[in-house]
T-cell receptor
């Protein structure tokens, strides 16, 4: 079972920041938080991941709370092409740990 | 060219037929995976392979088998297809040598319809 909880859907206005929450209250100390997205029926695409610190790359920012029980993916200036299903995954970095996908959040960016 | 290639992209078959979905990769990754996605749901793991000699069942392996012919090739077989195996199938790879930076790379998917 997925170890994360996400809202099933969200809307965001084009050009505004999209903030996608994820709850992972049972996360353990050596589990990473990963975000992937799936546009229409394409293969999921890696966005960003982190362990404790906030992370930023060319696609998004990841904010992890100090107790690590929740995180937020931020798309700073959402475009119509960011409409997708976003998956939050927690995964331990050791042999045998797989990526478990839940249903994710369907983000609709509106014009 | 795609790094993870799945063939065919679409397949329609009849109940009881044996079919094979193929996946090849040029990324040089040791780990390969097969996932299944049903409409409106997340991806579920069918089988995974951490190297050529390693095959492991995932969450939903019943009715499926796999073969890891080489580091670059991982095929999924349905011995006797049934309608509830109609789904979108994804192959993925990852590189464990990256440690905490291990990421999945997905193919474009195979849409399978069993009539």
């Amino acid at each position: 079972d997925a170890k994360t909880t996400q809202p099933p859907s969200m809307d965001c206005a084009e050009g505004r920041a999209a903030n996608l929450p994820c709850n992972h209250s049972t996360i353990s100390g050596n589990e990473y938080v990963y975000w992937y997205r799936q546009i229409h029926s394409q293969g999921p695409q890696y966005i960003i991941h982190g362990l404790k610190n906030n992370e930023t790359n060319e696609m998004a920012s990841l904010i992890i709370t100090e107790d690590r029980k929740s995180s937020t993916l931020i798309l700073p200036h959402a475009t119509l092409r960011d409409t997708a299903v976003y998956y939050c995954i927690v995964r331990e970095d050791n042999y045998g740990q797989n990526f478990v996908f839940g249903p994710g959040t369907r983000l609709s960016v509106l014009p | 060219d795609a790094d993870v290639t799945q063939t065919p992209r679409n397949r329609i078959t009849k109940t009881g037929k044996r079919i094979m979905l193929e996946c090849s990769q040029t990324k040089g990754h040791d780990r390969m995976y097969w996932y299944r996605q049903d409409p409106g749901l997340g991806l579920r793991l069918i089988y995974y392979s951490f190297d050529v000699k390693d095959i492991n069942k995932g969450e939903i392996s019943d009715g499926y088998s796999v073969s890891r012919q080489a580091q670059a090739k991982f095929s999924l077989s349905l011995e006797s297809a049934i309608p509830n195996q109609t789904a979108l199938y994804f192959c993925a790879t990852s590189d464990p040598s990256t440690g905490g930076n291990e990421k999945l790379f997905f193919g474009s998917g195979t849409q399978l319809s069993v009539l």
